[in-house]
């Protein structure tokens, strides 16, 4: 009798042991850092594309939990021709705002999908070199002017809303892309003439709107690790 209450004893014993060991919670504390990196289409268009020269650095810091800080500069030189007119725009531009992130991540994965804004600021100059006047006349071809007539100190201001993802490839390192709908609302246009391109806006369509979207790389700086989040493994 008394061997078989130490057996089913060390039997229960043994159980209950194994079950805590397997509650026992895996602690994954949760990275936050400076993420920085830049955008891979204005990087790879220097090499493709002969009218164009620039580049834009990003960065974001994870504030909380979900919401991390953002914020994007750059630079941009673009020259356009085309039948009816041709200009060149250069210029500075910078970008701030926020993003929520939405995903759920597990263990140790530090992936976004995620929501945001921005407000963007560009400081630029244009030339225009060349446009082609409609002289009202049938019998007569439009005549082509060439003012070369440069404006300095133009400014834009708009306002982004900006969906995307950055996924981990390998240990700090990630890779983006982004879609973002844009809003003129303020602008400094040269004199006798208007903005045909904004550096970090691009090209506005109708209303004063753009659309664009992005690629980037990115590398992780871990700064610090905070409020863990235990994942109980059974």
């Known amino acids: 009798m008394r061997t078989f209450i130490y057996t089913i004893s060390t ?39 002969k009218d164009y020269k620039g580049f834009e650095i990003s960065a974001d810091y994870r504030y909380n939990k979900k919401w991390y800080l953002a914020a994007e500069a750059g630079y941009e030189n673009r020259f356009v021709q085309d039948d009816q007119l041709s200009y060149t725009t250069s210029g500075m531009f910078l970008k701030i705002g926020a993003e929520k992130n939405f995903h759920q991540n597990w263990l140790d994965m530090n992936n976004l999908i995620y929501v945001g804004g921005r407000y963007g600021i560009s400081l630029h100059d244009q030339t225009l070199h060349s446009y082609r006047v409609n002289t009202g006349n049938a019998y007569f071809d ?93």
């Open 142 to 234: 439009e005549e082509m002017q060439y003012p070369e007539l440069h404006s300095t100190g133009l400014t834009a201001h708009w306002l982004e809303l900006i969906v995307g993802l950055k996924t981990e490839i390998v240990t700090n390192v990630y890779l983006g892309m982004n879609v973002r709908v844009k809003g003129l609302f303020y602008q400094k246009q040269p004199e006798g003439f208007e903005n045909l391109y904004y550096p970090g806006f691009e090209r506005k369509y109708s209303g004063n709107i753009g659309i664009g979207f992005g690629y980037s790389i990115s590398y992780l700086i871990p700064l610090k690790k905070k409020q863990p989040v235990q994942v109980t493994v059974e």
């Open 11 to 49: 039997f229960f014993v043994g159980f209950f042991s194994s079950v805590a060991q397997q509650q026992q919670p895996n602690v994954y504390p949760e990275v936050y850092g400076l993420r920085i990196g830049t955008d891979l289409i204005k990087a790879s268009r220097n090499f493709w594309d």
